[in-house]
């Protein structure tokens, strides 16, 4: 308990950092939200309008920088992020909270079954050298060195467009009511089949080499040569002893793939025209955006400080030490 309560004060504190730096960047940028909407309307006002509209955005240049430090902690804390330019005037926590269920059911979805058929197929791989699940290196590295964009377009082509075996693009089918029914869920899913497939393939190598190589490292330790000699059975030496060490290091890769998640697969979105939060992002560099893309980062950062410390508290159960 010890152990952990060290990793939350550090969390916490590298929390605290972030979220210093999110109110900084954007604030060392020139102008503001207010002036880049006005800019890019190319429209003229009043000193009078852009003082409504800076309001709008929460722009607080009249106050000293530890005041505004203030009034963004008080913001957050109540959710309130800003306003988006690229969506005016839909508030930032409300682009994110539409986003981000697509992105977590797509890639947090194909991430979990990546690393699960990877991890498994490793294991078999290094606890038997030599057996066919070896061949299976050289296809996976290739599919793992095709870029993600070029394998989507391609799984498009094929899939889609030539067999008609998935649909091209778009979250669920025309004409069905986004809820919690029976139907959406099937079409979503449906939907989002062939995207997932393009990342399961995709990251499937990373897992399976990486587990197959700490399981032969693994197996040269002593205290797997004892548990073969106290006549234990294959399964319980290559699960108990050799694969619950060597997972120590997927399990560190597998938090922090899961706190990326929330980033999204841009370019497996911008092709399927996915609507998570990867293709908002990018909405948001394109469109200068800065309220969007703070609050995005900040989703993200959090994120991943919450799949690292899930990852320590993981590592408490797993480490033998």
Same mark, same amino acid.
């Not at 809820?179 to 099937?186: D, E, R």
């Given at each position: 308990?010890? !152990?952990l ?23 060392l ?16 006002? &009043?000193?009078?309008?852009?003082? $409504?509209l @800076? ?10 920088l530890l005041?505004? +430090?203030?009034?963004? /902690?008080?913001?957050l804390?109540h ?22 269920? /697509?992105?977590?059911?797509l890639?947090?979805?194909?991430t ?31 599919f793992?060195?095709?870029? +993600? ?10 899939l889609?467009? @030539?067999?008609?075996l998935?649909? $091209?693009a778009?979250? !669920? ?5 986004q ?8 079409s ?14 995709s990251s499937?190598?990373? /897992? ?19 548990? =073969?000699?106290?006549?234990l ?7 108990s002893?050799? $694969?619950?060490n060597?997972?120590l290091?997927?399990i560190?890769?597998f ?6 998640v929330?980033?999204?697969a ?8 996915y ?6 992002? !990018?909405?948001?560099?394109?469109? =200068? ?23 320590? &508290? ?8």
């Open positions: 308990m010890r !152990y309560g060290r990793r939350l004060f550090f969390y916490l504190l590298t929390a605290l950092v972030a979220i210093t730096l999110n109110f900084l960047i954007p604030r940028m020139p102008g503001n939200p207010a002036e880049i909407l006005i800019s890019r309307e190319k429209g003229r006002v &009043t000193p009078q309008e852009l003082h $409504a @800076e309001l709008q955005f929460g722009v607080t240049t009249h106050l000293s005041a505004q +430090y203030f009034r963004y /902690w008080q913001n804390l959710g309130d992020l800003g306003n988006s330019i690229t969506y005016f005037p839909e508030p930032v926590i409300d682009v994110i909270r539409s986003s981000l269920p /697509w992105t977590v059911m890639i947090g979805v194909a979990v079954i990546s690393f699960g058929i990877g991890t498994l197929l490793g294991i078999l791989a290094g606890w038997r050298r030599g057996s066919f699940l070896d061949s299976l290196m050289p296809v996976t590295t290739f793992s060195s095709v870029p +993600y964009f070029w394998f989507a377009l391609l799984a498009v082509l094929l889609a467009q @030539e067999v008609h998935f649909p $091209a778009g979250t !669920y089918a025309i004409g069905i009511t809820g919690f029914t029976s139907t959406f869920l099937v979503a899913a449906y939907h989002a089949v062939l995207p997932a497939l393009t990342i399961i393939v499937l190598a990373g /897992w399976l080499l990486g587990m197959r190589n700490m399981m032969i490292t693994t197996m040269s330790e002593d205290y797997v040569t004892v548990a =073969e000699a106290k006549g059975t294959d399964r319980r030496v290559m699960l002893y050799a $694969a619950r060597a997972l290091p997927n560190a890769g938090a922090m793939s899961l706190g990326f929330v980033s999204g841009l370019l497996v979105e911008i092709v399927f025209s609507p998570g939060i990867g293709y908002a992002l !990018y909405q948001a560099v394109t469109n =200068e955006d800065y309220p969007l893309m703070q609050g995005i980062f900040l989703v993200i950062t959090l994120a991943v400080l919450l799949a690292n410390l899930l990852a320590d &508290t993981c590592y408490v159960f797993l480490d033998p030490r």
